[in-house]
Every structure is written in C-alpha cells, then in structure tokens.
C-alpha cells in the first residue's frame, strides 16, 4: 500500500458525459501529479500539482481539468468524454517538487467510456 | 524533449534465470532515473533509483546502474522468481525546456513472466 488512494475504482459512463476522479496523496506530500495509462499511448503525464498550485502541463485536453484543494487532495476533471478517454488515471505523490523525489502512485481509476 | 526507451517484450524466463531489460534514455541535464513494476490489476510501486551518474540503485535484489556515458540504465536480477511476473517500467524525472521539473517520462514497460 503507497498511501496515496483513488476513488473510484471503476467507473463506466456514456460518450459527452463528464467525470470527476479524486486523489488523496500520501500524509505529509505537498505534490500530486496524473498520469493517464492506454494500451496505444503508454502511460502519460497529465498535470503536476503542488500545494494547490498548479506546475506543469503535459499532454492534457482542453476537455480535462484538474485542481488541488487546501487540503491537498486533488480532483482530475474530463468531460465531453469520447471513446478514446477510456484508460486507467493514476495519481502520484511526492513530498516535494523535485527531480530526484520519488512519487508514490495509487491504485488508479478504470475509465471506460461506452 | 526527455524519452526512455526499454528493450521490447515480452521477456519468459525459468525460474532462477539471470534477468537483463535494457533501458536507454535521451535527457538534457542530470535526470533522476528510476524503475517502476506494475503487478496485474494495481498500481505503479517505485521499485528503485538512482539520482545522480555511477549511482547504484537495488532493492529486492534487482539493481540497475546509472551509465552517463551511455545513457542506460538497466535493470538486472540474478535469479528471478515466479513472483517477479509483471511489467516492468523504466522512467526519467528532468528538466524539458524548464516546465516539466519532476514530472515522469516513461517507457513502454516489459512484461515479464517467469515460469517455474
């Protein structure tokens, strides 16, 4: 167990519809980042987090938005959902926000998108 | 940019077979480099790193070294166990035009199954 949870685990919705998967990182950590995981595009970064601030973009869709709350539990957004959202999201944790720091992943949310 | 690149699978060994899945990577800087496994069905668990050149990452008996000159960073096992099945990920964590600080680059993961 990393200490970093996922809600929900699963979750199946219909094409336009719009989500809202959550993060809680590991006691003490300041960072969050997302991670999406498909079979075609591997896993990718998304969005870094840390202390409510948000750091760093990667290959994230206009369509999905993210955020992290003063408690630093953050919230990954993805609406006008299309077939091709369908993946595993994970978050990440680490204490700081570094190269050398390692981050701490959670279990991850199964979007399918039907 | 950063990427990884890791030898294609997937990888079937015996058990008690000698363990080698390359990975190679393209950074700017000094990257921290790290190895992720994934068993089925769960997350990603930090396996180990190495955060600096000639650095020696191990832990449960894996080891991978930290090869500036040829920028690799392989990962090794003596004796694999039936145990170790899973995919294995290799990562970078740097420096890509000053946005991307700590952020993660995967590759593409190697399976591994080991039969007994």
């Known amino acids: 167990d990393s200490g970093v949870t996922q809600t929900p685990k699963h979750l199946i919705t219909a094409t336009g519809q719009r989500v809202t998967l959550r993060c809680s990182p590991r006691s003490g950590d300041l960072s969050v980042y997302w991670y999406q995981q498909s079979l075609d595009q591997g896993l990718q970064f998304l969005i870094h987090?840390?202390?409510?601030?948000?750091?760093a973009k990667g290959n994230i869709l206009e369509r999905f938005s993210a955020q992290q709350f003063p408690d630093l539990h953050s919230e990954l957004n993805l609406s006008s959902l299309e077939l091709g959202d369908s993946a595993l999201y994970f978050c990440a944790s680490s204490v700081a926000s570094g190269v050398s720091y390692e981050q701490y992943f959670g279990p991850g949310t199964r979007l399918t998108v039907t | 940019g950063n990427s990884v690149t890791q030898m294609e699978g997937p990888v079937t060994l015996s058990e008690e077979a000698f363990l080698t899945i390359n990975c190679t990577y393209t950074a700017t800087g000094y990257p921290s480099l790290f190895w992720y496994v994934q068993y089925p069905g769960e997350g990603l668990q930090l396996l180990l790193k190495a955060t600096k050149a000639d650095d020696k990452g191990s832990n449960k008996g894996f080891e991978a070294t930290y090869r500036k000159e040829t920028t690799s960073f392989h990962l090794e096992k003596g004796s694999v166990q039936v145990s170790d099945s899973a995919v294995y990920f290799c990562a970078l964590s740097g420096l890509a035009g000053g946005t991307s600080y700590g952020k993660l680059t995967f590759g593409q993961g190697t399976i591994l199954t080991v039969h007994p």
């Open positions: 987090y840390y202390n409510g601030e948000e750091r």
